[in-house]
């Protein structure tokens, strides 16, 4: 059984930092894309940032530069440390995994299994 489960959201003020964590059980991490996500209030969910199977990153636009994804596939842990943390990156985290090596966009349709998520607020 696939298991994924976030940990390390909070509440910080603009510019503070934040390191998520997301446990991964049922499944290897090696050779597939694993991927964090963002869901705000009465919007959709969106890519953030993944890693492919061969440990390259892709972000997002709006998080270029101050966020970075990283993994232990080893511990099967996925992170993503974010800096100046802006309102607008306000939103519940998920993380999930893809059925593929690659990461593509970040569409949500090609991820298959996702964790409960964790709450993220960034008061101004």
């Known amino acids: 059984q696939v298991q994924l489960v976030e940990s390390g959201g909070g509440s910080v003020q603009t510019g503070g930092s934040l390191k998520l964590s997301c446990a991964v059980s049922?499944?290897?991490?090696?050779?597939?894309?694993m991927g964090w996500f963002r869901q705000a209030p009465g919007e959709g969910r969106e890519g953030v940032a993944g890693?492919?199977?061969?440990?390259?990153?892709t972000y997002a636009d709006s998080v270029k530069g101050r966020f970075t994804v990283s993994r232990d596939n080893e511990k099967k842990i996925l992170y993503l440390q974010m800096n100046a943390l802006k309102p607008d990156d306000t939103a519940v985290y998920y993380c999930?995994?893809?059925?593929?090596?690659?990461?593509?966009?970040?569409?949500?349709?090609?991820?298959?299994?996702w964790g409960q998520g964790t709450q993220v607020s960034v008061s101004s």
């Open positions: 049922g499944i290897s991490m090696s050779h597939r894309c």
């Open positions: 890693m492919d199977g061969g440990g390259t990153a």
């Open positions: 999930a995994s893809s059925g593929g090596y690659s990461c593509g966009t970040l569409n949500v349709r090609f991820f298959l299994s």
